[in-house]
């Protein structure tokens, strides 16, 4: 009888999940008529908000935070957004409590090792992994990890996500201006131009953000993209990260259809 129940149960859940999967793909379907945003980023916070609001252990708002990455990304990739760029860990958290950074970091490894599996969402849905940062802060296996990772994606094309890890804007910027000196060295200093730090920019593998949404309600950018938002629609929802859903992207793209041309305007006159 227990067994019957469980079975039925079973079948119960995968009938929903296809009703569900229909009616997403015929949402998408709709919203596909208008202008789709090319660069999706998101901030992904209130990870450690959403475990304590849920009253669970330490790490675990984390991991129902890569839970919500990975539906978002099968989300974009429905619908055919091209690159995804997402905040994982900035330079600053580094300032953390200690045995916090080390949670975080064997945390991230093992996401990151996860992402090698044949099964997982990047080979699936043939999304080439980018991490973004300054990796030489990293743990020597967290880096090692990631390389991997790069290297095993990397005749993937379908969707690009960028992963910000041990990042933030200003060091980005630094680090680009420093580039095109080295590059410029042996000439004059002063023909250095706005294209020349652009290339050297480490988020230079993809068009700038589209839309920048970043989860709890929150409004500051906190460091991260700033070069490259500047004509970026802001969307602060305020659901935490971990409960970040299909309606909050969907609310967010109309906004970014019923703007569009406005921006677009906006941008050819700043040409």
């Given at each position: 009888?227990?067994?019957?129940?469980?079975?039925?149960?079973?079948?119960?859940?995968?009938?929903?999940?296809?009703?569900?999967?229909?009616?997403?793909?015929?949402?998408?379907?709709?919203?596909?008529?208008?202008?789709l945003p090319i660069h999706l980023a998101f901030?992904?916070?209130?990870?450690?908000?959403?475990?304590?609001?849920?009253?669970?252990?330490?790490?675990?708002?984390?991991?129902?935070?890569?839970?919500?990455?990975?539906?978002?990304?099968?989300?974009?990739?429905?619908?055919?957004?091209?690159?995804?760029?997402?905040?994982?860990?900035?330079?600053?958290?580094?300032?953390?409590?200690?045995?916090?950074?080390?949670?975080?970091?064997?945390?991230?490894?093992?996401?990151?090792?996860?992402?090698?599996?044949?099964?997982?969402?990047?080979?699936?849905?043939?999304?080439?992994?980018?991490?973004?940062?300054?990796?030489?802060?990293?743990?020597?296996?967290?880096?090692?990890?990631?390389?991997?990772?790069?290297?095993?994606?990397?005749?993937?094309?379908?969707?690009?996500?960028?992963?910000?890890?041990?990042?933030?804007?200003?060091?980005?910027?630094?680090?680009?201006?420093?580039?095109?000196?080295?590059?410029?060295?042996?000439?004059?200093?002063?023909?250095?131009?706005?294209?020349?730090?652009?290339?050297?920019?480490?988020?230079?593998?993809?068009?700038?953000?589209?839309?920048?949404?970043?989860?709890?309600?929150?409004?500051?950018?906190?460091?991260?993209?700033?070069?490259?938002?500047?004509?970026?629609?802001?969307?602060?929802?305020?659901?935490?990260?971990?409960?970040?859903?299909?309606?909050?992207?969907?609310?967010?793209?109309?906004?970014?259809?019923?703007?569009?041309?406005?921006?677009?305007?906006?941008?050819?006159?700043q040409m």
């Open positions: 009888m227990v067994d019957q129940i469980r079975h039925m149960c079973v079948g119960i859940n995968q009938i929903l999940e296809q009703i569900h999967g229909f009616s997403r793909r015929c949402l998408f379907r709709v919203i596909s008529m208008g202008p901030i992904m916070d209130g990870n450690r908000r959403y475990a304590k609001k849920q009253d669970l252990e330490d790490g675990s708002g984390h991991k129902a935070g890569f839970s919500a990455l990975m539906a978002m990304l099968q989300y974009c990739y429905e619908l055919g957004i091209k690159y995804v760029t997402v905040y994982a860990f900035s330079i600053d958290n580094f300032r953390r409590k200690p045995e916090e950074v080390r949670s975080l970091m064997d945390l991230m490894l093992e996401k990151i090792k996860s992402l090698l599996d044949k099964e997982s969402i990047v080979h699936e849905y043939g999304i080439r992994v980018y991490f973004i940062g300054n990796l030489a802060l990293l743990s020597d296996q967290v880096r090692v990890a990631a390389e991997e990772v790069m290297q095993a994606t990397a005749e993937n094309s379908r969707v690009g996500l960028l992963v910000c890890v041990a990042y933030n804007s200003t060091d980005e910027i630094v680090q680009a201006v420093k580039k095109s000196c080295v590059t410029k060295l042996d000439r004059d200093m002063e023909t250095i131009q706005l294209v020349d730090i652009e290339e050297n920019m480490q988020m230079s593998v993809a068009p700038d953000p589209d839309i920048l949404i970043r989860s709890s309600g929150e409004t500051r950018l906190s460091n991260f993209l700033l070069w490259q938002t500047g004509s970026s629609q802001l969307f602060s929802p305020d659901a935490l990260w971990p409960e970040i859903g299909l309606r909050h992207l969907v609310w967010a793209i109309l906004n970014f259809q019923k703007s569009h041309s406005y921006f677009e305007k906006k941008k050819k006159k």
